[in-house]
């Protein structure tokens, strides 16, 4: 039980350091006000390189947590899951106002199952170009979630195959509720010239 513990504190206290919010401060800025931190905010807001930075930086940390629970509890590699993908999306540095957790997810599967893993990059690859040539334009929904709301469920059928299944089910139980959490109570976005943090 203390593994555990010690898992999912060193885990969440890791996701807690959202890369899209230490960027935009090192700008002096906070990302928060207009957008959220995570890969796609950071790129609509600074570009292609500070996405690309943030992102994955975001995934490494993803991939250090689940180390961590590989090395102090291999049986429940989940606690990582869950702790890393929480601490993203409710930051203790940042007062838990964070980004959707799709980065660090997808680090913590890399180590705990590639396999899976590689089957979900894959079918979201494959959707993104299709669902922006066919459907976008009507949906008015971003690509990114769209394919992620389809290769998640295909994840889960490649993880009771490949394993990975109660990291993928906590990981996402995460993001279930941060994505419920923003569609009930979307975050404030101060105008620019406020100039709060």
């Not at 959707?100 to 890399?110: C, K, V």
């Not at 490949?162 to 404030?188: E, F, I, K, Q």
Request: a positive charge; aromatic letters at 6%.
């Amino acid at each position: 039980m203390a593994a555990l513990l010690l898992v999912f504190a060193v885990s969440y206290l890791l996701g807690s350091l959202v890369a899209g919010v230490l960027y935009s401060r090192r700008r002096g800025e906070d990302i928060r006000g207009r957008d959220l931190p995570g890969g796609s905010g950071t790129y609509r807001q600074y570009g292609v390189g500070a996405a690309v930075l943030v992102t994955v930086l975001d995934i490494v940390k993803g991939a250090v947590a689940a180390g961590v629970g590989l090395i102090l509890a291999p049986e429940a590699t989940w606690v990582a899951m869950l702790g890393v993908v929480l601490g993203h999306c409710y930051p203790l540095y940042f007062r838990f106002q964070g980004g959707g957790g799709i980065a660090p997810l997808l680090g913590a599967l890399l180590v705990a199952a590639p396999l899976t893993l590689a089957g979900m990059v894959g079918t979201g690859l494959l959707l993104i170009p299709l669902y922006r040539a066919t459907l976008q334009s009507r949906v008015n929904l971003n690509a990114v979630p769209f394919a992620t709301a389809v290769a998640v469920p295909v994840g889960l059928l490649l993880a009771t195959r490949y394993g990975g299944l109660s990291d993928l089910l906590a990981g996402g139980a995460a993001m279930a509720v941060r994505a419920a959490h923003l569609l009930v109570r979307p975050p404030h976005r101060r105008g620019a010239e406020s100039g709060q943090p």
